[in-house]
T-cell receptor, first 112, second 114 residues
């Protein structure tokens, strides 16, 4: 299976703290994407980072990509209760650019 | 607002009774996807259409089929639902393939099989 792994599976923090989620993948990628899913809802795209990029920012979100370690991280700064959700990384492998493969996700709880 | 719409949001069916889930989009995207997501698991791609070209994942059971009569609509047909098919079914669209374009998801249809 090409499915990557996410770490941690669950994370609980206080409002205002930073949250970091990690994603590892198996082989060479075209790009890596992060999505958020609120409970029982569809997924919302957050950031896409290409294999030749090392870091991208979007508001309070910062994504890094280390292709030598085959890993990515998502940092949410100054978290809010509304950030409570599941976060998924999804990879597009170079061997199959027609498919997005999702990791198992990290469940984030931000306590007010 | 341009969006991806799924109907119904909740569907209850009986074991073995055919069921159809629908998805429509106002984004005029070329690609439409169907994913299955079981509780606390990752979304799993079942198949996708690029325009009228149908692409089935190798491990998608024959019980699952899809139709795309036009650009805006795509249907997921489950011919004989089993208890193991209870899941959230997510429709997504994108302008092009994942190598270049992000996907826009609908809210999902939660299927219960009795």
């Amino acid at each position: 299976s090409q499915q990557g792994e996410e770490d941690p599976q669950a994370l609980s923090i206080q409002e205002g703290e930073n949250a970091t989620m990690n994603c590892s993948y198996k082989t060479s990628i075209n790009n890596l994407q992060w999505y958020r899913q609120n409970s029982g809802r569809g997924l919302v795209h957050l950031i896409l980072i290409r294999s030749n990029e090392r870091e991208k920012h979007s508001g309070r979100l910062r994504v890094t990509l280390d292709t030598s370690k085959k890993s990515s991280s998502l940092l949410i700064t100054a978290s809010r209760a509304a950030d409570t959700a599941s976060y998924f990384c999804a990879t597009v492998y170079s061997s199959n650019t027609g498919k997005l493969i999702f990791g198992q996700g990290t469940t984030l709880q931000v306590k007010p | 607002d341009a969006m991806v719409i799924q109907n119904p949001r909740y569907q209850v069916t009986q074991f073995g009774k055919p069921v159809t889930l629908s998805c429509s989009q106002t984004l005029n995207h070329n690609v439409m996807y169907w994913y299955q997501q079981k509780s606390s698991q990752a979304p799993k791609l079942l198949f996708h259409y690029y325009d009228k070209d149908f692409n089935n994942e190798a491990d998608t059971p024959d019980n699952f089929q899809s139709r795309r009569p036009n650009t805006s609509f795509c249907f997921l047909d489950i011919r004989s639902p089993g208890l193991g098919d209870a899941a959230m079914y997510l429709c997504a669209t994108s302008r092009g393939l994942p190598s270049t374009d992000t996907q826009y998801f609908g809210p999902g249809t939660r299927l219960t099989v009795l």
